[in-house]
C-alpha cells in the first residue's frame, strides 16, 4: 500500500510538472509505451531491480531504451534513479495514465462477470455509467467463473459487488453468526 501512495505522488508531481510544459499528452503515451516495455522484457525488470547495478549504469540503460522521450520522462527516469525508486516505475506509469485520463474527464471501468458480456448489455452498461458519471467511460469486461452470476462493477476507487459468490458468502456468514 505505501508503494502505491508512493507511486501516486510521483505520478501527481510529473503530471503537474508535464501540463506546466505542455506535455501531458506526450507524457501520457511515453508512460504507456513504458509499461508495455517493461511488462514484456523480463530482463529489463531484473535490470532495473538488481540492486548492485550501480544507477549511473541504470539510467545509460534507460536513455538507450527511450532516446526521444520527453524532458519531462527523462526527469521522472532520472529520479526515480537517484531515489533508487526504479521499483516503482510501471506503477507511477499507471498512476499517471490513471490521474491524466480524469483530468481529460475519462474514466476507465471494469465488470468482472461469471460470462462474457452480450454486445447489447455492455453498450447498456457503459451508457448508465457515461449517465451517472458525466464522464467519458472505457469499459472492460473480465471473467471469472468463480462469480457463479452476476457481476462486480470497479469505476475509479469504488466497488460494487453483486456477485452470486459475495451473496453467499456474506449470507454464509449472517447464518454463522446467527446460529452462535
Known amino acids: 500500500m505505501k508503494s502505491t501512495r508512493t507511486a501516486f505522488r510521483y505520478a501527481k508531481a510529473t503530471l503537474d510538472y508535464a501540463n506546466e510544459n505542455k506535455f501531458s499528452d506526450k507524457v501520457a503515451k511515453e508512460m504507456q509505451g513504458l509499461i508495455e516495455l517493461y511488462e514484456s522484457s523480463k530482463q529489463l525488470k531484473g535490470l532495473l531491480s538488481n540492486p548492485f547495478l550501480p544507477n549511473k549504469k541504470k539510467q545509460l ?37 490513471q490521474l491524466f485520463s480524469e483530468q481529460q474527464g475519462e474514466l476507465n471501468a471494469t465488470v468482472i462477470s461469471a460470462i462474457p458480456l452480450t454486445q447489447n448489455l455492455e453498450k447498456q452498461i457503459h451508457n448508465k455509467l457515461e449517465d451517472y458519471s458525466g464522464k467519458k467511460i472505457y469499459l472492460l469486461n473480465k471473467i471469472d467463473k468463480s462469480l457463479l452470476g452476476g457481476f462486480i462493477l470497479k469505476i475509479g476507487d469504488m466497488e460494487f459487488n453483486s456477485s452470486l459468490a459475495f451473496k453467499l458468502k456474506t449470507f454464509r456468514a449472517k447464518l454463522t453468526s446467527n446460529s452462535m
Open 61 to 97: 540503460i534507460l536513455r538507450s531504451i527511450v532516446p526521444n522521450s520527453s524532458d519531462v520522462t527523462q526527469k521522472l527516469l532520472n529520479l526515480l534513479t537517484s531515489n533508487s525508486r526504479l521499483f516503482l516505475l510501471k506503477e507511477v506509469a499507471k498512476s499517471y495514465i
